[in-house]
């Protein structure tokens, strides 16, 4: 769908926001993602964003809508992963695991069905299986030798499952093993392994020292953009996912073709 330039240009610098303060400051990230869905609700990488900025800040109902919503628009299977997580967000690893087996996963190119792996091994271990979590971690991806994206965090989930059944010397293993493909800093391996040798940290800096944080202010032309809203929000599209045991009928009444997830 395509925006008048000015409204095109309002939508794009809140969307930028969004991407610039999303993990550091998810809240405001999210602010700023209402005032884009406010002024573009049928583009469908709006609600993309829209539906990340509510999952970094664990509203996951909305999220889950705001992912239907976007995914409906595209056709795409990109997100099936994310949307799985969010229903075990609320509390429905059932459904989760249920999505693991669905069709869309065969589609995902090999990050995503690497996601939807670390989802269902996390949705088991909500379930209280460790063993299966363990197992669901386990394949080609875990073995290999080369490092990709993902692998720091995959190596990561599989070595904290093992912890979690106790298994602390394979744990300390791939912790190592998550640390040495971590370029980036992804994870805490170092802090995980250190912990499990009995090694604490001690804050150089003291109470006083600290400094606060500074806080990013949400800018008049992305206010005044909403107020001069050009392609407003249905009520329907405002009131997506904020109650979690409406959040499905809610969706159907707004997207009427998005298919839900099978109840387990």
């Known amino acids: 769908m395509s925006l008048p330039k000015t409204l095109a240009e309002d939508v794009a610098r809140n969307l930028v926001m969004v991407a610039r303060l999303i993990d550091e400051d998810p809240e405001q990230a999210y602010a700023y993602s209402r005032i884009a869905l406010r002024l573009a609700s049928r583009v469908a990488a709006v609600r993309e964003a829209a539906g990340f900025a509510a999952y970094a800040t664990q509203k996951y109902a909305e ?3 705001e992912f239907r919503a976007s995914r409906r628009m595209t056709g795409s ?5 994310v949307m799985a997580d969010c229903e075990r967000g609320l509390g429905r690893p059932e459904r989760a695991m249920d999505m693991a087996g669905e069709p869309e996963v065969q589609k995902l190119d090999k990050a995503g069905q690497v996601e939807m ?3 269902a091994a996390g949705a088991r271990r909500d379930m209280g299986q460790i063993d299966a979590a363990i197992v669901t971690l386990q394949g080609p991806e875990l073995a290999s030798n ?8 995959l190596r990561y989930a599989y ?11 394979e744990a300390r293993e ?5 640390l040495e493909a971590d ?3 992804a994870t805490d391996a170092s802090d995980r392994l250190a912990e499990l040798d009995g090694v604490d940290f001690v ?12 806080t990013a202010a949400i800018d008049d032309t992305a206010v005044v953009a909403e107020a001069d809203d050009a392609d407003g929000l249905d009520d329907d599209d405002q009131d997506d996912g904020q109650d979690d045991g409406q959040d499905e009928q809610e969706v159907d009444e707004q997207d009427d073709d998005v298919d839900g997830p099978a109840k387990a």
């Not at 080369?146 to 965090?153: E, G």
């Not at 791939?174 to 998550?178: L, T, V, Y």
């Not at 804050?203 to 500074?214: F, I, N, Y």
């Open 77 to 81: 299977v990109e997100l099936w992963p």
């Open 174 to 178: 791939w912790f190592g093993k998550a």
């Open 159 to 169: 070595a904290d499952a093992l912890l979690e059944a106790g298994r602390e010397d």
């Open 146 to 153: 080369a490092v990709h994206s993902w692998t720091p965090r």
């Open 183 to 185: 370029k980036d800093g």
């Open 117 to 119: 792996r670390l989802v």
């Open 63 to 65: 999220a889950l809508a």
């Open 203 to 214: 804050d150089a800096l003291g109470d006083d020292d600290e400094q606060p944080a500074p």
